[in-house]
């Protein structure tokens, strides 16, 4: 009787699937990896939420949060709580793609030869993204005090099916995380192919890699990995400064079956009218353009702008920006007007004119935008040429760390300016320690 009772309650759930049943053929795992990207798209990850936070974070006095949720305001004010609901949210997503993508990585031999490296290498461009956004959001920047002592992020390499990811996780340093990040990024480039569809290729991950060394403040590789997207001659600028959003398919190279494409993307959020969302259109369009329209653009920075520059036109109603005003619209992450950027910074703070002179960059920028070439440039004007070409585009807050500029009345380094650990974290996962400036309990 005792060893019936034991057979009928020693059942497995079914309710849930084993990951070694439910991964069996190359299919399977492409499948996966369709999901990780779906995750990284998620609107509390790049499908919007991390770019706008950033913008929102390193408000220097451009915009104005209009809107009634509570979470951004904080962030806007630099008076975040612990409990941030966006900072929970981000934290719990963000590793979500993470883990999937380790999920494609534990299966990858599972997948047929001749598409066994492309998968991989696509696994670690997802991974190597979200860790990217995580260790810069979660953790001071690179060049605020020692990266190999500060805490970063919680590494986790395997796959889990645990609730809660970082279960029992303690954070790895700066240091680390970035060059986990170097590493699969490093190992992606040489995985991946030139060509991809709207999916990763060698040089969204060159380009990616860029943006890494350029927050590390080094330079020449960040101008290495810019000048060799830009050689490759994959990618070209747009002839208006304009036609570089709103567009709703990826380029691949044959613009005359695809109008629709941004020729200048080297990676971007695929969204359609049926799956995926655009959180930047989300708050920053306006309500005719399907947006909340929370956020406002401020007179100091329509002030930033020469007369004659076209860019100064991608306003609606001298208050919203509207380069996302298609609710479908791709999410542009890496355009090549940024490869230009980088690599005039790098080659102007080198001395060197690998690829072409940073003058010679800057004036592509600008005539693009309708400006007269410079006949000299200094770093400022550099960084200027930056904030108006890639504003509202998630790069804000960043740029102002790393390159030790006040945002408001608060230093580069001030606390007030890293997420908090999320609250609900420390509470399964005492080992997290918090962010200093937070409450540690």
Not at 228 to 255: C, P, Q, W
Request: aromatic share 8%.
């Amino acid at each position: 009787m005792f060893q019936a009772c034991d057979n009928r309650l020693d059942v497995d759930p079914n309710d849930t699937v084993d990951s070694e049943n439910a991964i069996q053929t190359s299919a399977d795992v492409e499948s996966l990896l369709v999901g990780a990207y779906n995750a990284l798209g998620d609107g509390d990850v790049l499908g919007g939420n991390v770019q706008r936070d950033a913008e929102l974070m390193g408000d220097n006095g451009e915009v104005y949060w209009d809107g009634t949720f509570v979470d951004p305001e904080q962030i806007w004010r630099k008076e975040m709580l612990t409990t941030n609901d966006q900072a929970r949210q981000t934290w719990l997503d963000t590793y979500v793609a993470i883990n999937i993508a380790n999920t494609v990585l534990e299966y990858v031999d599972l997948v047929t030869e001749d598409r066994i490296e492309r998968v991989e290498g696509e696994a670690k461009f997802v991974r190597a993204l979200a860790y990217f956004e995580l260790v810069r959001v979660y953790a001071k920047a690179w060049n605020d005090g020692d990266p190999a002592e500060n805490p970063g992020v919680p590494l986790i390499l395997e796959p889990t099916t645990l609730l809660n990811v970082n279960e029992m996780a303690t954070r790895n340093t700066v240091a680390e995380v970035y060059g986990q990040i170097i590493t699969d990024l490093t190992e992606a480039v040489d995985l991946l192919p030139e060509v991809n569809g709207f999916f990763a290729t060698k040089y969204s991950a060159h380009a990616i890699l860029s943006r890494v060394y350029l927050m590390q403040g080094n330079y020449a590789e960040a101008r290495n990995n810019a000048n060799l997207v830009i050689e490759s001659g994959e990618f070209s600028l747009e002839d208006k400064f304009a036609d570089a959003f709103n567009k709703t398919s990826r380029a691949t190279g044959d613009r005359e079956s695809n109008t629709n494409a941004s020729v200048e993307d080297i990676y971007a959020i695929q969204i359609t009218s049926q799956d995926g969302v655009n959180n930047l259109n989300t708050f920053f369009g306006s309500a005719d353009f399907g947006g909340r329209g929370d956020i406002l653009i401020e007179p100091a920075h329509f002030a930033l702008y020469e007369p004659e520059d076209e860019r100064a036109l991608m306003f609606y109603d001298d208050t919203y920006t509207t380069k996302w005003n298609n609710i479908a619209g791709n999410v542009n992450i890496v355009r090549l007007a940024e490869m230009y950027l980088t690599r005039a910074e790098a080659n102007f703070r080198l001395g060197t004119t690998l690829g072409a002179t940073a003058l010679e960059d800057i004036n592509v920028i600008r005539e693009r935008a309708g400006l007269l070439p410079a006949a000299s440039i200094t770093l400022n004007d550099i960084l200027l040429q930056r904030r108006l070409e890639l504003a509202f585009e998630g790069h804000e807050v960043h740029d102002r760390k790393r390159t030790q500029r006040d945002i408001g009345d608060k230093p580069f380094d001030d606390p007030n300016l890293v997420f908090p650990i999320p609250q609900r974290e420390r509470i399964i996962n005492p080992g997290l320690d918090q962010n200093d400036g937070y409450p540690n309990n």
